[in-house]
C-alpha cells in the first residue's frame, strides 16, 4: 500500500499572451486563466494509478490563496482523494519556501499517523521554472530524490522511475520514501469524469496557515522580452511557390 | 573564482557547456579577470587530456575531473558533492552550469546543500555588487531580473544565451585529478541502468541539421505522410511536432518540440502549419533559418520566420516534394 502526495501549483496560463501585472512583479492570469503545469498532471496521473495498484491514498497539497481550490478539485476530480492548502500568497514564496512548507506538512501528517512515503512533484511549474523545489525537498526530509522521471512504479519497497537521459532511458531504484520528480510524456493525463467532479465537489479540503514566514524570490521584476520586428520574405502563396522553397533547400545545401 | 559543471561527449565539453564557458568568461571580465576552473566528472566519454586543452582555448585555468567508485553511475547529489568540493577548494564565489536537465539537477543539489538561492535559465547577468542576472520564465516568454546576493552565487545559463567562442587568450588548462568525498547517502539514488531508448522515428531530433515541424494543421494522424516523405529527402532531417499534436494523439511525446518536448537547433526549421505559441517557440527559436507554411499570414509563426509560404500545408507539401523528385531525376 503506497501512500502518494502530489505537490501542484496554480499558474496562468501562458499558452496566449503573456501580460505582466503593472507591478512587474507577477503575470497577470485575469484574461487568460488558470491551470497547473503539464509536468504536474502527469504526476497526478502518477499518483492515482501507483496508490490505485498499491490500495493506497492519493492526496493534493498547493500553496496558494483561496483561488487555488479550483486547480485542486480538478486534480481531486482525477482520482485524488484528500487535499491540503497551505494558504498563502504563492508569489512571496521562493523554492525553499515552499520546500519547507510541503515538509511541514508531511511531518505533521506523520506524526498524527498519516504517511506519504512518495512524494511526487512536477519537474518545474511553468510559470518560475525554478528545477529546485523537488530536491530541496528533498534534503528537508532526508529523502533521496530522481528528477525528471516519465513513469514511476513500486516494486518491494522502492519507487523504480525511468528517466530520458543524455545516453538513454535510465532507471533509477530509490527505497521508499522518496521524491520523485515528473516529466510529462510517461503517461497519458486521464480526462475527469462526470462522477469524479461530482465527487471532487464534497472532499472536505484542509487548509493550513504557513509554517513559516516566506523568505522569498529574489525577484526584482518582470519584463516582457522586447519584441523582434518581422523580417519575413513571402517565397509565394500555395503550391506555385514549391520551386521557391527547393531552391532555398538547394541554397542551404540541406537537400539529401 | 567562478567554476562550471561540464557535460562531455565524445568530442569533448558539449557546445552548450562552451556557451557557459564564454557567458562565465563575460561575468570574469567585468570582475576584474577572476580566474575559470572546470568540473568534469565520472569516466568521460573523451579523453580528458584532450579536454583540458580543448577548454584552455575557452579561457579555462583548471580542468577539475572527480573519478572513482561513487560516480561509476550518474545521481545528483554525488554529482553535486564533486562540485561542492572544488568550490570550497577553490573558495569559488560562482558556480554555474548548462541549462540542461543534468545541469540544473546539479546545481539544484549544490544549491540545496549549501542553503542558498539558485536561477535557473539565466540569459544575461547586470550588476555585481548586487550580483543580478536575467532569467527566462514562463517558458521564454517573460523575463525576470533577480539578485543573487549569497555565496555562492548559483545558476545555470539557458541554451544559446551567447555563442560558444574560444578566447582571446588561451587559458592554462591544467588537469586536475581527485578523487572527493562522497557520503553514502548521496548514492542511493542514481543510475542502476540504462536501456535503449524507445525506438524513436523522428531520429536524432535535437541533434538533426534540418527539422520538418508540423503542428495543428496536419489535420489528423493521417495528415504526415508528406511530411514524412519531405524528411526522408533531406539531409539529416527529423521530424518534430508541436505540443498538440501529441496532446491529440497523433504523434508520440518524443517528437514534441518546445518548451516540454525537446530543444533544437537545426540548419533548418520548417514549421508546417505551426501557429508559433511561445512555448513551441522556446524549443526551436535558435534556428539558424526558419521556413514557416501557414495558411493564416498573421500567425506569430510567419511573422518570426525568416521565409513564409502562405497556403495549405496538404498543398504545398506535395508540391515541394514532386519538385524535389523532378530535380533530383
Known sequence: MNNVLVCIKRVVDSTGEVVITDDGQNVDGRYAGFTVSAHEEAAVELAVQISAATGGTGALFTLGDESAEEQLRGALAMGCTAATQVRADSSAYGPSDVAREIAAV???????????????????????GDFQVGIRLAYELGRPVVNGASTVTIKDGHAVAGVKGPEGHEIYRVPLPAVVTVLEGGVEPRYPSVPGRMKAKKVEIEVREPAGAPTGTKRVRLTLPPPQPSQVQILGTGPEAAAAVVDLFEKLGVLR | MIVVLVETDVTGAVEVSRETITFARGLSASGGGVPIDAVVIGDLPC??????????????????????????????????????????????????AAGTPRGGEVLAHVAARTGVAMAANVIAFGGLAPFTVTRQVVGGSAWE?????????????????????????????HLVEFQPEVEAADL????????????????????????????????????????????????????????????????????????????????LYLACGISGAIQHWAGMASSKTIVAINTDEEAPMVAKAHYAVIGDMHEILPAINEEIRKRKS
Do not use: C
Open chain 2, 47 to 96: 579523453d580528458p587530456t584532450a579536454l583540458a586543452e580543448q577548454l584552455a582555448a575557452y579561457g579555462v585555468r583548471d580542468v577539475h575531473h572527480a573519478s572513482g567508485d561513487a560516480f561509476s553511475a550518474y545521481g545528483g547529489a554525488a554529482w553535486a558533492a564533486a562540485v561542492q568540493s572544488v568550490r570550497d577548494t577553490t573558495g569559488a564565489v560562482v558556480v554555474t
Open chain 2, 188 to 267: 542511493v539514488a542514481r543510475v542502476t541502468s540504462t536501456a535503449e531508448p524507445e525506438p524513436d522515428l523522428s531520429g536524432s531530433l535535437k541533434g538533426a541539421r534540418v527539422v520538418v515541424g508540423a503542428g495543428r494543421g496536419a489535420g489528423s494522424a493521417d495528415g504526415f505522410g508528406e511530411l514524412l516523405d519531405l524528411v526522408g529527402m533531406l539531409d539529416g532531417a527529423s521530424l518534430g511536432v508541436s505540443r498538440v499534436v501529441t496532446s491529440l494523439g497523433w504523434r508520440p511525446h518524443h517528437e514534441q518540440v518546445g518548451q516540454t518536448g525537446s530543444r533544437v537547433s537545426p540548419d
Open chain 2, 145 to 173: 531580473e533577480m539578485v543573487l546576493d549569497e555565496r555562492p552565487a548559483i545558476f545555470t545559463v539557458a541554451g544559446h544565451a551567447v555563442a560558444a567562442e574560444e578566447a582571446p587568450s588561451a587559458g592554462a588548462g
Open chain 1, 106 to 128: 508531511v511531518r505533521d501528517h506523520e506524526a498524527n499517523g498519516s504517511s506519504h512515503d512518495l512524494i511526487l512533484l512536477g519537474n518545474d511549474a511553468a510559470d518560475s
